[in-house]
Each structure stands twice: as C-alpha cells, then as structure tokens.
C-alpha cells in the first residue's frame, strides 16, 4: 500500500476519504498502472484478510455508534457524504448496477429511493433507511461484510456525519464541478507526458505534463510559452499553471493559432495572441535616431529633449540615460564595446567621442574628422572603433583607454562606391555599398573579404550576430537572404505565408473532395457491376423458371392421364374383386398415379423455388439499381464539393502567387530573419533557408511607418516616422480565451469527469470532446468554437469512457472509441449513430481516419490495431507489433500509413493495407503515452513516463529535438 500511495497522482478533491483519494489516484494513472495498482490493492486487501483471520459473525453484527459530528460549518453532501458513498456503496448503486433498484451516485437518487421505499427521510435519521442500514442497525446490513468490491463498514465518525446530514435536512448542496472542489498539489516529480499535438506547419508542438502545458518551437529549438490560467496563478503548484488536474488531451486548431488542452470537467481554448505582437515603448519623447549593440541585447535611442537612452532589448525597459546632446548638434553613432558599455557619438564639429552609459562621462575622444561622421561599429580585437562618414569613407579609430583618445587612421575607400551603411558581427564587418552591392570587410584589417551582388539598389542590410547570414533589402522592396561564408543568394524573402497557409489548406481539401469522388465513383462501379451480376442472375433464374413451368406443365399432364386410369382399375376391381389381375391393375394403377402425383409434386416446389429465385433476383436488382442511384446522387453531391473546392483552390493559387515588399529586416536571434513593411507588418523566416514561418499584421498609416529597425533575441525595436518607438514579440504569448464546461459553482460542469479526448473539425468550426466517468458514461459532444457554446450531445455514444476522437477530412463523419471497446462513427448533419465497429477485446485508446474516408485505424489496450473498411465496418486488418497496449495513433493525410505508439517503449510507422512496419522512431525508454504527426508525416512527436518530449524527422526518423521537464533541465 506504502508503494501505491507514493507513486499516485494526487490532484483529487482534498475532501476525499483515504479510499476514496486512493481509488481517484489509482483512476488517474494510465491503463497498465491502473491495472497493476488495482492488483497491487486487491493483493493487500486479501492480506490483510489472511492476517486478522475469520471474522467474528456476532462482531459484524454490532450496530456503529455514531460519533458526535462537530465541523463548524454544515455537513456537504459533495464534499463530506459522497466520498464515503463513492468508496463502499456505488459499485453496487449506481444507474448501470442498481441493486435494490437504488443508486446512490448523487443526492437526487438518494432521496428517490428503491425498492424499498425513500432512503433519506429528512431531519429523520432513525426513520431513513439509508441510516439504518449503514449503521447496521437493521438488515440487510450496507455493505454486506465480507464483500467482493473491498467496500468497508463506516466509521463511527462517517456513520455520524451521514446522521448529522440528514438531521440538517439532507440538503443537496452545491454540485460537485472543478471550480468548487478543494484542490491538493501535483507532485512536481510526476512530470510523465500524457498529451501532445503539433501544429499543422510543423513548427510548435505543445505537451502536457501533470497540470502545465509547455508549447515548443522547432525552429528556435526551445520552450517559447508555459500555458498560464490567470485563475491559477499562486493558486496551486508550479504543476498546475494550465489546469489543477492532469492534461489528458491536446489539440492544435487547423490554422495553428488556437490550442485546446482537457482536464477534469474542463477544456480550455488558448489564442496565440498574434495582434497583441507590437507593443509600444512609452518613453518621454519623440525619437530621432536608434541604434543596437553588435548583439543586439541593446539599443540607444537619441530623443528630441536631447536624452540618449538605453534599452534593454529583452525586458523593453530603459537601462540608463544620457543627457544633454542635443540632436540638431550630437548624431548618435552606435552603442559599442566589449560589454556594449558606450555610446558613440559625434558633434557638429565632426570629433567623435566614446561616453560611458553608465555615469555619462567621456571615455576618449578624437579630433576633428573632416567629414560628417553618420554610423560606428566597434572592433573589440583591433580595439578601434570604425567611424562611417558621409564622404561613404570608413575611418578606424584607434582607442587608448589611458590617454581617453581616439586617433583615426587613414581613410578607408571602398573601389565598389561610397559605403552607406555599416554593422560589425564578429570578425565581419558589414559595409553596404551606394548602390547593389554589399562588401563583408575583415573587421581585423577591413580589407574586402565576400561581395555580395544584388542586380538591383540596395536600401538597406543587415548581419546576423553569428555572421553566417546576411540579409538585404532592394530599394524596391525585395529582401534578400545570402550566406556570409560565399555571398551566394539563399533565398528571395516575398513569400506571402497567409496566402501560402490558404493555398495549402485549400489544396488538402481539394485533394479530399477529388479522393472522394475517385471512392464514389470506385463504388459506383462495384455497384453497377453487382447490377450486372444480379441481371445475369435474373436471366439464369428466368430460364430456370422456363424449364420448372415446361417440367411443372409435364408433370400435371402426367398426373392427369394416371386419374383417369386409377379410376378405371379402381371400377373394375369393384366388378371383379376376386379377380387377381384386375387387383394387380389397380395396384398397378395407383401406383402409377401416386407417382405422377409425387412428380407433379415435386414439379411445383421447383416452380415455386423458380418463381421465388425470380423474384428475389429481380428485388435483388432492385436495391441494386437503388443502391447505384443514391449513389450517383452522392457523386452529384461530392463532384459539386470538388468543384468547389477546385476553383477556391485556383483562386488561392493565383493569391499565393502575388509577392510582398518590405522596407527593413533584421534578424531575431540566428534562427529568424524578420521584415517589415511600411504597413508596420512583421513577417518572419527562417535563416537557414528563407522559408516563410510568421506574421504579425500591422496597420500603420503613413505618418507613423517605419523609418528603422533593429535586431533582437525576441523580436525587433521599430522606430517609426513619428518618432514613436515599438517592439515586436516575435514569439507572441498564448492567452486562455475561452472554458468549456463549467456552468457556475452551483451548478455541474457539462463534463462529468476528466476530458480525455479533443479534435478540430478540418474547417475549425467545431471542437469534438470525448471522455465520461469511468464505467458509467461515455460522453462524446460538439462545441462551437467561435462562441464556445455546446452544439450538439450524442446521447449515450457509448457505455464507457471516450479515449479518442477524429473527424473525417471532408468533415461530415466523426469516430470515437472508447473504454467499451468499440468504434463508432456517427453522422455531423443528423447527429445518428452510422456504424459501429467491433473486435477489440479490451479499451479502444484512439481511432483515426484515412484521409480519403475509406479506412479507419484504432488502438487497443489489447495490444492490437485494428485497421477496418469504414463502409461495411469489416475488419481489413489486425496488426500485433506491439507487445503492450497501444495508446495513441494518427494517419498521415493522405497516405496509407500512420504513426502509432504504446507502452512497450516504442513508436511506429505503419502501412495500413498490408500491416508492415515502415520505420520506427527510437530513443524512449520507458512507457509511450501519446503521440502525433503533421499531415505531411515530416514531423513525429511523441511523450513518455520520463517527461521528455521527443521529436523526430518524420522521413528519416532521426532525433531533430528533445525537450526535457523544466524541473530536470
């Protein structure tokens, strides 16, 4: 027992009885622990049986005294009543196994009674017979002892708070929901992912652990948010920011912003807050000129009231100020050194200075350059800061910390043009070149390492910190991403990527209205064969008829031509009858008659049979012709939704086409490479290759359009025409929106227990939830997720618990399995109960569609997936690779393959028609509980009982990331 309790989740209601908090934790564990522990229990119990020995009949027979309750407050039938019903009464009493015709699972049917009248007479213990019997007062004694379920008699202290109840008049209080149940803390140790998804373009994918839900980014390789509910926050433990209970289901919405996670009688919807991105930077005035550090941790703005000002890039705050430089006679030059601990500046006279952030003070100076100084960059090994000057000349400044000097060099011209813009990252320095040209100088000696070309005039560029990547931007809007090591062109940053999404969501769904009409019409075919096969068959019965009727016709003729006769043999027998051979006649006679009788006999029935086989092969055609008819109007149907579908296709391939400008980028870090255009939209890329990840919609007018950026870990520092300053978060915080379920204190949650299972429709209208009570109810609903209102309830879907859900990709059907160990697929239009599936011997864990609708994968605690022909119903296929029950699985698109997983260690990618493993996806060492995959397979995530979410090249199965724990990081 010591064991079991140790190792229990224990986020229960913290007014549960010992047993009962024991039963609720064994509950929540997953299948195999929930089964080991039970046996584990069951194995203590009968110990402790063994070890008291034979109990004493007259000792059962003792009536409980009960104890004087005293709790200050009145007694609750949720919080102190139930528990002790729950632990030793309700295996018994309960709506599927009501013994006595009595259910004690809630107050309501408490005080209905059973069989043998009310149970609770108000402010009357002594006359309730739910008192009586479980104070084994009178018989028959509740719960029987010795009994089969380890229910125990009540206490002294719980038979006296079950008097004390019903004495206060047996109210029924408050209704049991999450909102008013007193919650204990999550172990912080159990960390064991019982849920992931990953969003439809492969970037994100979110797990669940305990009560917290952790959303990764691929890209940038690390956690980027940690699901906060505002309602939880010092609430509960660091375990429990998302929910107080465990996350047993995730679901990412098809357009990637919105997130549903499931705990107990909850589901949350969470917005990735992508218009909340630009945020602006309240300072005292009006900027004229921003500059960053070469690591972009910083930046300097020079403000109208003469202050330069430092921020701290990654908290937005301002970290120091300098005063008393005057922009109409100070330019800002840069934000410089080792620990970017000066400000660069230069004064009307053309001397630049080094000044300490820090207190304000000169660090060195110079003398006068002889042409306007416009931008610096400090090379930390050469110890010189390089002066760009209007003239398009560089000038290196050699520092001496001691004599506070700054000695300049000789000039440094560029045979490519005037230099117009310079950035130092490293040993790089990036000089832009007056027109399409970009030089990166070694910062050492600033001779031309790399030139990068462009064909067309530059008006901007910038350096990636790392200085692997150079990006920049045409005059006309063209950004442009090169790699620094050969200055070869990598990519051409103008990919609209909502246009992009659109065209690709829009191209999936023609490819499902296609694929159905390919089915339909496959069908159609079989059908019109059938046709065929029954009017061959109708044909063969006609003749078969023709032959009865023609032997029928024969037989009678016969059978007429022997009465005759018999009659004749029969008269003279009646003249003659001791004449022997006219006896012999006569048997002789109706011998002949009664074969011909038998003949004609048999004649019928095979007229008759013929007649039949006729008409049922013409019924048989029939429903046939029937069959090809409804079906041809479902082609109708489904050709209309591919023509749809086909010209929304065309028309978001022509959007995809149209290309976007922007005026400045920067980078984020190394992994993003960020634009914006003079709208003040921020797109974001991927450095390694250009590819389009993000947007952030902006809507500046023209007054406030951007006029600078600068690079960051985060986001970008904006400075607009108006001299307004803004940040843009380049990884936007997910916000919790909206809460399904709960309908107040007073009243149930719409879900009776933990929500198990969630599924977007394809067009994100509509969340599927599935769960239940364990083995009471399976509940599988439909909510809208624009209002979050309850759409539809399909009334007893199943008998148990819901583990999965999935809607078909065209969006008409949704399967579920469950705990009963069934699949079913019910219709979205109606809301009726299509087909079922059976042969699972143990609980469906999860069901999946292919994405063409013909097939269906489930998975089962009984080691098995099943692979069944989603119209008939008949199982196609058994696949046994596991060893252990397989918890999750999941179709890739389109194809014939799909991803599975189970608690033997091990993740798999199936081919559906033939059961063959295609590759496995290695390194869990312990029990797999869930896992997913993009539509497209490329990416595979899966998480197990060592709380590491590990994810895999979906092509190759190669490791691309794992995410540990925080706790354990």
């Given at each position: 027992m010591k064991q079991i309790c140790s190792t229990l989740p224990v986020s229960v209601p913290a007014f549960a009885s010992r047993r009962s908090l024991l039963r609720s934790a064994v509950r929540a564990l997953p299948l195999t622990s929930r089964m080991v522990h039970c046996l584990t229990l069951c194995a203590v119990v009968a110990a402790a049986f063994i070890a008291t020995g034979t109990v004493v009949a007259d000792e059962e027979e003792k009536a409980i005294m009960a104890e004087d309750v005293k709790l200050g407050r009145p007694v609750e039938f949720e919080r102190d009543i139930y528990p002790m019903l729950q632990a030793n009464c309700i295996a018994c009493h309960n709506k599927v196994k009501s013994e006595g015709e009595l259910s004690l699972e809630n107050a309501e049917t408490i005080m209905k009674g059973g069989a043998a009248g009310p149970a609770i007479v108000p402010g009357k213990p002594d006359e309730s017979y739910l008192y009586q019997v479980a104070a084994r007062i009178e018989e028959p004694q509740m719960p029987p002892w010795p009994n089969e379920v380890q229910a125990q008699k009540l206490t002294p202290r719980q038979v006296g708070l079950l008097r004390q109840w019903i004495l206060e008049g047996a109210k029924v209080g408050a209704a049991a929901s999450a909102a008013n149940m007193q919650w204990q803390t999550i172990n912080a140790r159990l960390t064991a992912i019982y849920s992931v998804d990953a969003d439809p373009s492969g970037r994100f994918v979110a797990a669940g652990r305990a009560g917290m839900v952790s959303v990764y980014d691929l890209l940038a390789q690390d956690e980027i948010a940690s699901l906060i509910d505002p309602a939880l926050v010092g609430d509960v433990s660091p375990a429990q920011t998302s929910h107080r209970d465990y996350v047993h289901a995730i679901a990412f919405h098809p357009e990637g912003q919105m997130l549903a996670t499931a705990g107990f009688q909850v589901v949350k919807l969470w917005n990735r807050d992508v218009a909340s991105t630009i945020v602006p930077i309240a300072l005292p005035n009006k900027t004229v000129t921003t500059v960053s550090s070469a690591d972009n941790s910083l930046a300097a703005v020079h403000q109208a009231d003469g202050v330069i000002r430092v921020i701290d890039l990654n908290t937005n705050a301002v970290a120091s100020e300098i005063s008393g430089h005057d922009p109409a006679t100070v330019t800002l030059l840069g934000l410089t050194g080792s620990e970017n601990q000066w400000v660069s500046v230069a004064s009307a006279d053309d001397v630049v200075k080094l000044i300490n952030r820090a207190d304000g003070a000169v660090a060195a100076s110079s003398e006068a350059l002889g042409a306007k100084p416009v931008e610096a960059a400090f090379i930390v090994a050469g110890n010189k800061l390089v002066v760009l000057q209007d003239d398009g000349a560089l000038r290196p400044l050699v520092f001496d910390a001691a004599a506070k000097t700054l000695t300049a060099g000789e000039p440094v011209k560029s045979d490519k043009g005037a230099v117009r813009q310079i950035a130092v990252a490293g040993a790089i320095l990036l000089c832009r070149i007056e027109g399409q040209a970009v030089e990166l100088r070694k910062a050492d000696s600033l001779q031309p390492a790399i030139n990068i070309q462009s064909g067309t005039a530059l008006g901007h560029a910038a350096i990636s910190t790392d200085a692997q990547r150079v990006v920049t931007v045409t005059a006309d809007g063209k950004p442009e991403l090169w790699n620094a090591a050969d200055g070869k062109l990598l990519a051409t940053l103008n990919t609209d990527l909502l246009a992009a999404r659109s065209l690709a969501r829009r191209t999936a769904d023609k490819t499902v209205r296609d694929a159905r009409v390919t089915v339909v019409k496959a069908q159609i075919t079989e059908d019109e064969k059938r046709v065929t096969e029954q009017k061959a068959s109708l044909t063969k019965a006609e003749e078969e008829l023709k032959k009865a009727t023609t032997a029928a016709a024969e037989a009678k003729k016969k059978f007429d031509e022997t009465v005759p006769k018999t009659a004749a043999a029969k008269k003279a027998a009646e003249e003659k009858p001791e004449d022997a051979a006219v006896k012999k006649a006569l048997e002789e006679a109706t011998k002949a008659e009664q074969a011909a009788k038998d003949g004609l006999t048999t004649a019928e029935n095979a007229l008759k049979s013929a007649n039949k086989g006729k008409e049922l092969s013409e019924q048989a055609i029939?429903?046939?012709?029937?069959?090809?008819?409804?079906?041809?109007?479902?082609?109708?149907?489904?050709?209309?939704?591919?023509?749809?579908?086909?010209?929304?296709?065309?028309?978001?391939?022509?959007?995809?086409?149209?290309?976007?400008?922007?005026?400045?980028?920067?980078?984020?870090?190394?992994?993003?490479?960020?634009?914006?255009?003079?709208?003040?939209?921020?797109?974001?890329?991927?450095?390694?290759?250009?590819?389009?990840?993000?947007?952030?919609?902006?809507?500046?007018?023209?007054?406030?359009?951007?006029?600078?950026?600068?690079?960051?870990?985060?986001?970008?520092?904006?400075?607009?025409?108006?001299?307004?300053?803004?940040?843009?978060?380049?990884?936007?915080?997910?916000?919790?929106?909206?809460?399904?379920?709960?309908?107040?204190?007073?009243?149930?949650?719409?879900?009776?227990?933990?929500?198990?299972?969630?599924?977007?429709?394809?067009?994100?209208?509509?969340?599927?939830?599935?769960?239940?009570?364990?083995?009471?109810?399976?509940?599988?609903?439909?909510?809208?997720?624009?209002?979050?209102?309850?759409?539809?309830?399909?009334?007893?879907?199943?008998?148990?618990?819901?583990?999965?859900?999935?809607?078909?990709?065209?969006?008409?059907?949704?399967?579920?399995?469950?705990?009963?160990?069934?699949?079913?697929?019910?219709?979205?239009?109606?809301?009726?109960?299509?087909?079922?599936?059976?042969?699972?011997?143990?609980?469906?864990?999860?069901?999946?569609?292919?994405?063409?609708?013909?097939?269906?994968?489930?998975?089962?605690?009984?080691?098995?997936?099943?692979?069944?022909?989603?119209?008939?119903?008949?199982?196609?296929?058994?696949?046994?690779?596991?060893?252990?029950?397989?918890?999750?699985?999941?179709?890739?698109?389109?194809?014939?393959?799909?991803?599975?997983?189970?608690?033997?260690?091990?993740?798999?990618?199936?081919?559906?028609?033939?059961?063959?493993?295609?590759?496995?996806?290695?390194?869990?060492?312990?029990?797999?509980?869930?896992?997913?995959?993009?539509?497209?397979?490329?990416?595979?995530?899966?998480?197990?009982?060592?709380?590491?979410?590990?994810?895999?090249?979906?092509?190759?199965?190669?490791?691309?990331?794992?995410?540990?724990?925080?706790?354990?990081?």
């Open positions: 029939k429903r046939a012709e029937a069959r090809v008819a409804d079906r041809k109007q479902v082609l109708a149907a489904v050709e209309q939704e591919a023509k749809t579908s086909t010209e929304s296709q065309v028309a978001a391939d022509a959007a995809a086409k149209q290309t976007i400008t922007s005026q400045f980028a920067g980078f984020v870090g190394t992994s993003f490479v960020a634009t914006v255009d003079n709208a003040g939209t921020t797109r974001l890329w991927k450095s390694t290759d250009g590819a389009a990840v993000d947007v952030f919609p902006g809507a500046l007018p023209e007054t406030a359009k951007p006029a600078g950026v600068v690079g960051g870990s985060k986001g970008l520092l904006v400075q607009q025409a108006d001299g307004q300053l803004v940040r843009v978060n380049a990884f936007p915080q997910w916000k919790l929106t909206q809460v399904l379920g709960p309908q107040g204190d007073d009243k149930p949650s719409v879900f009776a227990d933990r929500v198990l299972a969630l599924a977007f429709s394809p067009d994100g209208t509509t969340l599927a939830v599935g769960g239940g009570e364990a083995s009471r109810s399976g509940e599988l609903t439909l909510w809208n997720v624009a209002d979050g209102k309850l759409v539809r309830t399909f009334a007893d879907a199943h008998s148990d618990t819901v583990y999965g859900v999935d809607f078909s990709a065209d969006g008409k059907l949704l399967a579920s399995a469950a705990a009963d160990k069934f699949v079913k697929v019910f219709d979205l239009s109606t809301g009726k109960h299509v087909r079922s599936y059976e042969g699972h011997t143990h609980h469906v864990m999860d069901v999946s569609w292919k994405g063409d609708g013909t097939t269906l994968a489930s998975a089962g605690a009984d080691n098995a997936i099943k692979v069944w022909n989603a119209e008939t119903g008949e199982q196609s296929r058994t696949i046994t690779t596991y060893k252990k029950q397989v918890t999750s699985l999941s179709f890739i698109g389109m194809e014939d393959d799909f991803i599975s997983c189970s608690g033997d260690k091990r993740v798999f990618r199936h081919k559906a028609s033939n059961g063959g493993t295609v590759r496995e996806f290695k390194g869990c060492p312990d029990y797999v509980y869930c896992s997913t995959t993009t539509s497209d397979g490329a990416i595979v995530a899966a998480g197990c009982e060592d709380g590491v979410l590990r994810v895999w090249n979906g092509k190759d199965a190669k490791e691309i990331a794992s995410f540990a724990p925080a706790a354990t990081k």
